[in-house]
């Protein structure tokens, strides 16, 4: 079994899931929680409060609207134990999420729509739950997020019918018609929201259970698809005890400057690091062992410079120290040989007897030996420096915005994890 976080946020509210899936069965909300900002609510407290009495986490992610959201969460976690939760777009989260409803199977195109936040987040899929045929996102004039147990607000018409008209623009651009509207959000209760798309579209109109919740189960279900990608990834032989703690002790060091990271708890048997205290100085929770893989989470990237001091390059001491070249002795004069029929080109001269051979001067620096010892500042293609203070690697580019193409995404990811993987790895 494994458990995973999700955690949606709002202006107003910010709402957690903590999840249990396991191979072969749907995956099982086991607590909910939802704290209002008013109250003091924060996305670190909700992971604080779902952490408390379940079991251990194995990742953690949490799901942005906009870029501008997504800076936010950065920032907020940016100095806590929970810089390392990975941060995925409502976009993936409820792809996510079609996937994981059995319910809408009979259906074979689906449009997921998130309304929260004043945001409306759109994705139509296919037979293919993966398969993103298109989406869209938009600010709309819907209610701030509506607490699971609050009273829901009347609904803005202009923004009905612009939700209406977007969806009508996505679905011109595919070859299919819309079987189903599966409505989520905390601004998707209302009925009359679901009346005018299901008159309008006349498609079928289905509310996700737990509604305010679809983003945050979403982000949990994408963590759990990372918990088993790595559990699937070769084993890696186990280290030593001693070097372990060193290496335990580099990381945390390095994940402190670097700032914001994504990433996925480790246990105690983990062979790169574990933490066992609060006091600790790595990355992970107090509560269990911690999150450590990599998502990038701004729209910048920075250099490898900044995330470590420089340092003067050192010869190691096993490399063979060049002798001085001695002053050059110019060759005594000589007669050239008379030239024959076959002569190509001219000899050169030819050193006198007993004369001393002329010594060959320092190899040149271009030519050096692998040994010789490489700048700090200058990247080297085989090893991977450490994320900086916005999560990205040296040379990384920023992931791709919300609704960007699916591919796109999918390829960023690919290597953000292969450069995760080779950094954790010892570079």
Do not use: C
Not at 288 to 316: G, L
């Amino acid at each position: 079994m494994t458990t995973t976080v999700g955690i949606s946020t709002e202006r107003t509210v910010v709402r957690g899931v903590l999840l249990s899936s396991a191979p072969g069965k749907r995956a099982e909300v086991l607590r909910a929680v939802e704290q209002r900002a008013e109250a003091g609510g924060t996305i670190a407290g909700t992971l604080d409060a779902l952490a408390e009495a379940g079991p251990a986490i194995a990742d953690v992610a949490v799901a942005y609207h906009s870029a501008q959201d997504r800076q936010r969460i950065v920032s907020e976690l940016a100095s806590g134990q929970w810089r390392t939760s990975s941060l995925v777009s409502t976009r993936s989260a409820l792809v996510a999420l079609a996937g994981d409803m059995p319910e809408l199977d009979e259906f074979a195109t689906v449009v997921m729509l998130d309304l929260a936040d004043r945001t409306a987040t759109a994705v139509v899929v296919g037979p293919d739950r993966r398969h993103v045929l298109a989406s869209d996102a938009w600010a709309t004039a819907f209610a701030d997020g509506t607490s699971l147990d609050g009273p829901v607000e009347s609904v803005d018409a202009d923004a009905t019918a612009e939700t209406i008209a977007r969806l009508r623009s996505m679905l011109a651009t595919i070859p299919a018609q819309a079987d189903v509207v599966v409505l989520g959000g905390s601004s998707a209760a209302d009925p009359e929201i679901g009346g005018a798309l299901r008159y309008e579209l006349t498609a079928r109109v289905v509310l996700v259970p737990d509604f305010a919740q679809a983003s945050a189960r979403g982000a949990a279900l994408i963590a759990a698809d990372q918990v088993r990608e790595r559990s699937a990834a070769p084993p890696r032989a186990p280290r030593r005890t001693g070097r372990l703690l060193l290496t335990a002790a580099a990381l945390a060091a390095l994940l402190g400057v670097a700032g914001f990271a994504a990433s996925r708890v480790l246990d105690d048997n983990s062979p790169v690091m574990s933490a066992s205290s609060p006091g600790a100085t790595s990355v992970p929770p107090s509560v269990t062992t911690a999150p450590t893989s990599i998502e990038a989470t701004a729209d910048s990237q920075v250099p490898a410079s900044s995330a470590e001091p420089p340092t003067q390059p050192v010869t190691p001491s096993n490399a063979p120290t060049a002798a001085p070249a001695p002053p050059w002795t110019p060759a005594p004069p000589w007669t050239p040989a008379p030239p024959s029929s076959a002569t190509a080109a001219p000899r050169g001269p030819e050193p006198r007897a007993g004369a001393p051979a002329t010594q060959a001067g320092p190899p040149d620096s271009s030519e050096s030996s692998p040994q010789a010892p490489i700048p700090s500042g200058a990247p080297t293609p085989t090893r991977v420096g450490p994320p900086g203070p916005e999560g990205l690697f040296p040379g990384e580019s920023p992931p791709p915005a919300a609704g960007s193409d699916p591919a796109a995404e999918q390829a960023w990811w690919v290597n953000h994890w292969n450069l995760k993987r080779q950094w954790m790895n010892g570079g």
